[in-house]
């Protein structure tokens, strides 16, 4: 079934076992139909307890029983059946003029998986097609505030989705328990995405949930992401590198203050600096870095809400900046760019640049 269909008012009998046809299920749930489920001949296990809202007739014994059921439904979703009863359920279909539907039975694995997935910075057109991939197989969605979710109904047609962010004000669900969750996800039997902002690798704690999956002995896999570090700084016009400004970039968070050593080896590289996560400690990284002897006239932007229609940026030099962020409310999400390549914000792309203007009439 492709993502996107409206069933609204339709009548869809699903015909397969529970475990097989969840994802079937949920999927035409999910696109509004009025779902009719049959599990087997035996009685539902109760084990097994059909979907909310699911409805279950009894299952047919005869040929008049299966013309009956068909003749009252649009479409007819065949997920597993045996020979004899799928030639009834065709044939039935073909007297009645009802669709028929072949569909793929979900895992029967007895231990699902979980993968995490790379979103990019918010943007559709910057998941992957691996990210699709994973996102439309998915049972269940983990996701959080920095990743695309604008779509996810349509990229994870009847998913269940989980909220496990940290916006603002709101409590976090924490990190070992949004772990713990996604691990008995896939322990029973779910395909188990974790939809992650950026890079899971890129400070997104991915490497902690890679290892709680394998303690567990689940599988796991990571589909890398367009991180922010590079994406939002382009969005506003900055290529992280630019032959003879620089050949190197540090990406750096700024979640806790930075140490002096650190400081130190950033200065001495001379490479553009890249900070997620910094809006909290700029002050302190700012006179840190000048403390240090970076040139007070470097160039700094800061990036808020890339990709978003209300993204904005703040152009400074490390001797002002700290003051006009702090005029301009500057807040997180944020990325932070000092180097001389941040000259090169007005030159950036047309998108860039359309999007550098709107921030420029914002700011103002
Ligand atoms: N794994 C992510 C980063 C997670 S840390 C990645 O690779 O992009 C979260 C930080 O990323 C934010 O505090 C902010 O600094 C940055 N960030 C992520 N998305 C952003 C966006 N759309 N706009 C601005 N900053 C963003």
Redesign the pocket.
Known sequence: MSAGLDFSGKRVLVVGGAHAARRVLARYLAAGATVYHLAGPGPHSPAVRPAPGVHTPVFPRSVGAWDALIAAVDLVAVVETTPPTDAVIAAACGRHRTWLSRETAASTAPIGSVTLVGGG??LESLLTVGALAALNAADIVYYDR?GPTDRLDVWAPGAEQIDVGKAPGHHAIPQRDAERMMVASALAGLTVVRL?????F???RGGEEVIACRAAGVPVTVIS?V???IA?PAAAGIPVTHREITRMFTVISGHAPISDTELTHLVGLGGTIVV???IGTLQQLVAGLTRLGMRTDMPVAI??????HDQRTTLGRLDSIAALAAHAGVR????VVIGDVVALAAHGDDTAADLLREAATLAT
């Open positions: 910075p918010g920095l992650k902002g950026g890079d899971p890129v400070f997104g992401g991180t922010s570090a939002v997620l996560m910094g990036v808020e809400r890339g990709f978003a997180s999400p944020a990325v």
